[in-house]
């Protein structure tokens, strides 16, 4: 039978029909993904051992315009450096979300004011900080002044100012809304926090987010790509949708600083197929 011409031309039809049904489930839900509440970035300490052009190339590879800068790669003096450096960043089209972490170890007007001056003049909203205890309230009469927040960044259990998220919540409570936490998870992670329960705890008062992996949940040596750990990264994403925050999910990679983009790129495929099978496109 499939030597006649409409036979043959059924069973093309046929075969056809099939190879397309197959993959329709792949085609469809490729065009059923939402756009990801979720964005994600990147901590340029990540990049530390590479000038701004290279960052900026990595930034173009990864697909990402979201740009937490540390003053390697944002110059705190001359005065202008700054201004002028941001503006590149912006040329190559990227978006500068924050700057930090810059330390406040002083109780003093003057050094809180420069660094202040120097987030300003380059047009940036947030500062992911450190201030020690004694100048907090200091810094947070500058937040005020100036409109810029302050996202206090934890850094686990030798950190003797802020080894946990909960140790910021005690002393800001009843600041100015514009003071918040930057969690970092994995130093939280390693401060003993179930970090969904965190983030909850944390609630409005999460302006930023640094996320890493540790094979180890106690050991900051054991850090490895995002997605190689113990991090219950889908978690913590299901965690920040419920939140509805509004901030940027930063990759902070420590590790491999003379090669880290390998490590970088897996994170970034792993966390956007976590927010695919979540339903996003990220």
Not at 93 to 103: C, E, K, M, N, R
Request: with cysteine; charged share 25%.
């Amino acid at each position: 039978m499939l030597n006649h011409p409409l036979s043959r031309r059924s069973a093309l039809k046929t075969m056809l029909m099939a190879s397309a049904a197959a993959a329709a489930p792949r085609f469809s839900f490729g065009y059923a993904l939402k756009p990801s509440p979720i964005r994600l970035g990147i901590a340029s300490y990540t990049f530390r051992n590479f000038k701004p052009p290279q960052l900026i190339d990595y930034m173009h590879q990864l697909k990402t315009p979201y740009l937490n800068l540390k003053d390697v790669h944002l110059p705190m003096t001359p005065p202008d450096a700054a201004p002028k450096q941001a503006a590149e960043y912006r040329a190559a089209g990227l978006t500068l979300t924050a700057a930090g972490t810059i330390y406040f170890p002083k109780d003093e007007d003057e050094d809180i004011r420069q660094k202040f001056e120097y987030v300003k003049s380059a047009g940036i909203p947030m500062i992911v900080g450190s201030p020690s205890h004694e100048a907090l309230g200091r810094v947070e009469s500058f937040v005020k002044k100036y409109d810029i927040k302050l996202a206090i960044h934890n850094h686990g259990p030798e950190d003797k100012e802020w080894p946990s998220p909960h140790d910021i919540l005690k002393l800001i409570g009843k600041m100015d809304k514009r003071m918040g936490c930057c969690v970092d998870v994995g130093h939280a992670m390693r401060a003993g926090d179930d970090i969904p329960a965190t983030l909850r705890e944390v609630g409005p008062r999460l302006l930023a987010m640094h996320i890493k992996d540790l094979a180890d949940p106690k050991s900051k040596e054991s850090q490895v790509a995002v997605g190689e750990g113990v991090m219950p990264v889908r978690k913590i994403f299901e965690t920040l949708v419920e939140l509805k925050y509004p901030g940027v999910v930063d990759l902070e990679y420590e590790i491999h600083g003379d090669d880290p983009m390998p490590g970088v790129m897996k994170s970034f495929a792993s966390m956007r197929k976590t927010l695919a099978e979540m339903g996003y496109s990220a």
